[in-house]
């Protein structure tokens, strides 16, 4: 049957031997790495390392050229690599901070059990305003990748950057493939103050993450999806938790 279209008659053909795909009602066909490309909506390289990690074959770097040495130039993989290393932070915060007692609190109290927390590696910021800048280190440009990701807001008066999220419980908000992209943060009862912002405040637009072509939840939900041709569209974070915690 043909991903594509809603016709239950079997309509999409797979040739061994071309290594290649087509469907007559889409008539849309092509190779094995545009089947993925349009299957995940990724560009070519994207599906190239999907590709490549199933069958066990490492990729050789990107080439680099003068303009890509650039000081102001920032690859995806580092910013992947930083989005990861802040969710690790702020899932271990929450576990087992002193700090995050209210967050744990919150969730308690929400009947939300730590197995769903841990599946989907919620976490917490503490209400500091460099929490997360001061784990990154001091140096320059370890604040620069955490800007380009929207985890660290530059200064308006004066040098250095603070912190995005301060005092809020944090989601993180994964791609197709599982990969955590951007974050988004909730503000605590307990913690919110004249001061606190928005109830709710997300990851900025950045290279990795555009958030009209996000769902949260969908990279769990994607092959049941694919396979009931159904789909359950959540309000909120928690919503979209408490159904997977309750099957």
Known sequence: LCPWHDDSRPSLQVNPERQSYKCWACD???DIFSFVMRMENL?????LEVL????GISLQPRPTSAANDSPGTIDK???FRAVAWAEELYHRCL???PEAQPARDYLA???INEQIVRDFQWGFAPQQWDW????????????TVLERVGLAVRREAGDGYYDRFRGRLIFP??????RPIAFGGRVLPQLAGDNAGAKYINTPETPLFSKSREFYGLDRAKDAVAASRKLIVMEGYTDCLMAHQHG
């Not at 560009?43 to 599906?47: G, K, P, S, W, Y």
């Not at 490549?52 to 069958?55: G, K, L, Q, V, Y």
């Not at 908000?173 to 599982?178: A, F, L, P, S, T």
């Open 132 to 143: 997360l800048l001061k784990q990154s280190g001091s140096a320059p440009e370890k604040s």
């Open 52 to 55: 490549a990690e199933r069958a």
């Open 173 to 178: 908000i994964r791609d197709i493939r599982g």
């Open 43 to 47: 560009d070519f390289r994207e599906a």
């Open 95 to 97: 576990l087992e901070a």
């Open 77 to 79: 993989q580092t910013m």
């Open 109 to 111: 109290e929400g009947q």
């Open 28 to 30: 849309i066909g092509g």
